[in-house]
């Protein structure tokens, strides 16, 4: 696979993209998942999901099995969800955890924090304690996390630089958002599934050369020569438009926007790939984070959630134009399917040889499949 | 106490296993007291009940954890 990666990293009138194998092949994706998802900080769900002390949420994490929960100090911690006496699952569903975690099988306790409170009858009936049994040592196995934009992160290797380190640059870049968004539930939240690997989402998200073609619709408004290509060498990449218009209502009002923002976002929005598998979206009202879920090679589920900047629009009364927004955005992503589905299959096109860039319009591409070849070469 | 299961009501059995862990007592059958005094005791940490503490309590007097 060298050479392979060898060609990915030319400069990009010389490369070719990521080979056909990482997009269809089982072993690339089992080395993936250890090289790209559990050594890095990548994206595992929402905050909101999990919004008071006590709630849970299990995960299935390419096949690692956590769940999430918010501490007592209000924190989200991040856990395997296996039991630490036989292996079992410890949380099924989302739950509101009351008081403590007990294993359904034997009723093994552990608190919020992971610590293993009590262990039922484990010195036979009757006998919470055994002399040769050290319960401080079992607690739950905590994996690294952290949120930003609501997005709960995790480093599964626990090895990865801090992750104020590891984002500087995308923060950096956005320092003026770095603000409270609020969620307005169930109208601000929608999921697709598409089948191809996770990696042609983010691709087809983070360039904006195909859309004049596959959103003809946001011509009218935004043309090609209105965008930019955004490529920092700081693990992530994306596009940006100079022309970006809120949407009004029927008498004319929009939604409200973020404080104290540079006159630049009077008009730009920007769409940021953070690597690897979480895809960002700013503008001067409204934001979106969509997490991409790796199911396999070939299956990928999208999960998009807005985010408002001002908490009054999250109320009844603009719930037709988040209605509208929301609407908005799923036809621009739906629109994007058939193009990501199609260069899945594609790549079962054997002579296919990771395929020729546009010098000026695949930056972006280009830069993701750098940063993906440099993970499987520790570069 | 089959039926508060079956409800799947962890406070109430939690208090049914007390009561049950009381009779035990009065008839002088420790070990099956401190085996309700388990149920009990693991049923009101799980439901966050604060009489957790005081079940704890009952079972570390009987050298029970
Ligand atoms: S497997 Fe969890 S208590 Fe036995
Ligand atoms: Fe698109």
């Given at each position: 696979m060298q050479t392979d990666v060898e060609q990915v990293l030319q400069p990009i009138e010389a490369a070719r993209g990521l080979p056909n194998a990482y997009y269809t092949d089982g072993d690339v994706h089992e080395a993936e998942k250890r090289s790209v998802f559990f050594a890095n900080w990548a994206g595992l769900g929402f905050a909101k999901d999990i919004a008071n002390v006590g709630d849970a949420k299990p995960y299935e994490f390419l096949g690692l099995p956590l769940f999430a929960v918010r501490d007592h100090d209000g924190e989200v911690r991040v856990y395997?969800?296996?039991?630490?006496?036989?292996?079992?699952?410890?949380?099924?569903e989302e739950i509101h955890i009351k008081g403590a975690i007990r294993c359904?099988?034997?009723?093994?306790c552990y608190a919020?924090?992971?610590?293993?409170k009590a262990t039922p009858h484990?010195?036979?009936?009757?006998?919470?304690?055994?002399?040769?049994?050290?319960?401080?040592?079992?607690?739950l196995h905590e994996v690294r996390s952290h949120v930003w934009r609501d997005v709960i992160f995790i480093?599964?290797?626990?090895?990865?630089?801090?992750f104020e380190d590891y984002a500087a640059d995308i923060k950096q870049r956005?320092?003026?958002?770095e603000q409270p968004q609020f969620h307005a539930g169930a109208d601000s939240s929608f999921s697709l599934e598409v089948r191809s690997n996770w990696k042609l989402a983010v691709e087809n998200y983070c360039e904006s050369y195909h859309l004049p073609w596959?959103?003809?619709?946001?011509?009218?408004?935004?043309?090609?020569?209105d965008h930019y290509n955004i490529v920092e060498d700081g693990r992530f990449s994306g596009q940006g438009t100079l022309v970006y218009s809120p949407m009004l209502d029927d008498s004319g009002e929009s939604f409200g926007t973020f404080g104290?923002?540079?006159?630049?976002?009077d008009k730009a929005a920007e769409y940021l790939a953070f690597y690897p598998n979480v895809l960002f979206g700013v503008h001067r009202d409204h934001s979106f984070a969509i997490l991409l879920e790796p199911h396999g090679v070939e299956r990928t589920v999208e999960r998009i959630e807005l985010y408002y900047a001002?908490?009054?629009?999250?109320?009844p009364q603009r719930a037709e134009l988040r209605r509208r927004n929301s609407e908005l955005w799923r036809e621009v992503f739906e629109e994007d399917v058939f193009v990501v589905e199609g260069m899945q299959r594609g790549?079962?096109?054997?002579?296919?040889?990771g395929g020729a860039f546009s010098?000026?319009?695949?930056g972006p591409t280009h830069e993701f499949h750098r940063w993906i070849a440099g993970q499987f070469t520790g570069g | 106490m089959l039926a508060a299961h079956a409800v799947d009501d962890g406070a109430v059995l939690s208090v049914l296993y007390e009561r049950a862990a009381d009779l035990s007592e009065l008839s002088d059958d420790t070990e099956r007291a401190c085996f309700y005094l388990t149920q009990a005791y693991i049923l009101a940490l799980e439901m966050g009940l604060p009489y957790a503490d005081s079940l704890e309590k009952r079972l570390r007097r009987q050298g029970r954890i």
């Open positions: 395997q969800n296996t039991c630490r006496h036989r292996g079992m699952i410890l949380i099924a359904p099988y034997h009723s093994w919020l924090d992971g610590e293993l484990v010195g036979g009936p009757g006998q919470n304690s055994h002399p040769g049994f050290d319960r401080s040592k079992l607690g480093n599964v290797s626990g090895d990865a630089p801090a956005w320092q003026e958002f596959v959103h003809p619709g946001l011509n009218s408004y935004s043309r090609l020569e104290g923002l540079s006159e630049k976002w001002r908490e009054d629009d999250t109320g790549r079962h096109g054997m002579l296919y040889d010098p000026v319009m695949d | -």
